[in-house]
């Protein structure tokens, strides 16, 4: 008896630990997530005007020196003016140069460059919206002296992150996110409204008219199919749904949103079918044959009285499968076309929002990977809302 309750009482305790420890660290990962999407909103990039020079021993900025400089100098972010002097080379022999640049700043660290810069020999380059570089001529080509001025970037508008039509994080340094959530939304729908109505099809096939012995061979194989890889869906519908969708209604290329979909409709089947032929199969048998007895064929039966009472395990099918179809990444990159553009038919290419994380935080930096974990947090409340508007769609169904 003690032994008994020692164990009990130790398997409990158990599982608050792990149970605890798993909410935990969910918690933590959205909390993370979170803080590094919503910075680029909150606050810039840089609270300073940061200056990065490349072969220059010594230089004067605003009348301070610096030796040999390495990594970041720094001025306010609110400085007008700027006087560089330093020793250079041209034609083999030292030359002082000195250039002064203007600035304009405004409020909430918005500042720039006043146009034209007069910099006298120098050649001015602008790798983004917010860096300027100088270079200046030197006998070997290789060794010129440069000047890189990066300006800090202001906070992010929410409105132009969720409404804009462009993403250009790489050189003008902005990012909409507009056409990603319309090719999402619309994917995910499309994959729906193609995959829902024959998976439901096929769970009730299997539960109501396939032999017990058929219907087990068939259960077995569609929870293989659950199983696979999400990049051999994609393989599969680079191989052979791009080139159909190309060959059928003659177009340049098959990666679309038709292609997506159809790929996207193609995975959610096997969840959409296995929770739903279960959930099918726990309505008592007793409802079935009461519907018999009253004279209902099976069909009948199937359709006006096992689904309607199997419908909440229905609609959790439904929304898993949305979740599954919103946060698939490597299937819908191969297939898609990511092209970051409103569609006006569904032979164009688009690009999800988990393709563009994926695609992009290989090398994102800076600002540009905090968008992508903005990114994150935008899926995050989509699924959330999109899950609410199915869980008050069954309430009222069973109402």
């Not at 994080?169 to 193609?194: D, E, N, Q």
Request: charged share 15%.
């Amino acid at each position: 008896m003690l032994s008994r309750r020692f164990t009990d009482g130790f398997f409990a305790w158990l599982f608050k630990i792990f149970s605890c420890s798993g909410i935990a660290a969910l918690l933590a990962i959205v909390v993370f997530i979170c803080i590094q999407g919503s910075g680029p909103f909150l606050s810039p990039s840089s609270r300073f005007i940061r200056i990065v020079t490349e072969r220059i021993e010594s230089i004067t900025i605003n009348a301070t020196t610096y030796e040999n400089p390495e990594g970041f100098i720094e001025l306010a972010w609110n400085t007008e003016r700027i006087v560089f002097a330093f020793t250079g080379r041209s034609e083999g022999r030292e030359i002082t140069r000195e250039f002064t640049l203007h600035l304009t700043p405004e409020t909430n660290y918005r500042t720039a460059l006043v146009q034209p810069l007069t910099i006298g020999e120098a050649t001015a380059s602008f790798p983004d919206a917010y860096t300027t570089s100088l270079s200046f001529p030197s006998s070997i080509p290789a060794l010129a002296q440069r000047i890189n001025i990066i300006l800090p970037e202001p906070p992010y508008s929410i409105a132009s992150f969720l409404s804009g039509a462009q993403w250009l994080p790489a050189h003008r340094k902005v990012y909409g996110i507009a056409p990603m959530i319309a090719g999402s939304l619309l994917a995910c729908f499309g994959a729906l409204l193609l995959g829902v109505p024959l998976a439901i099809l096929c769970a009730l096939f299997m539960s109501e008219f396939l032999p017990r012995k058929a219907a087990g061979i068939f259960r077995s194989a569609v929870e293989l199919l659950a199983g696979i890889p999400s990049v051999v869906y994609g393989f599969f519908g680079l191989m052979v749904i791009v080139p159909f969708v190309k060959q059928t209604f003659g177009i340049a290329s098959g990666n679309s949103l038709l292609s997506a979909v159809f790929v996207l409709a193609v995975m959610i089947l096997p969840t959409v079918i296995t929770v739903s032929e279960r959930s099918i199969r726990a309505v008592p048998r007793s409802r079935r044959e009461a519907s018999l007895a009253l004279g209902a064929s099976k069909m009948q039966t199937a359709f006006n009285v096992v689904l309607p009472h199997a419908q909440s395990g229905v609609f959790a099918a439904i929304i898993l499968g949305f979740s599954r179809a919103v946060g698939e990444t490597m299937a819908v990159i191969l297939v898609a076309g990511n092209s970051v553009q409103f569609i006006t038919n569904p032979l164009e290419g688009v690009r999800t929002l988990t393709a563009t994380i994926a695609l992009e935080m290989g090398y994102a930096g800076g600002r540009h990977s905090s968008m992508l974990f903005a990114i994150g947090i935008v899926l995050l409340v989509m699924i959330l809302i999109l899950n609410t508007i199915i869980l008050f769609v069954r309430n009222k169904a069973q109402e």
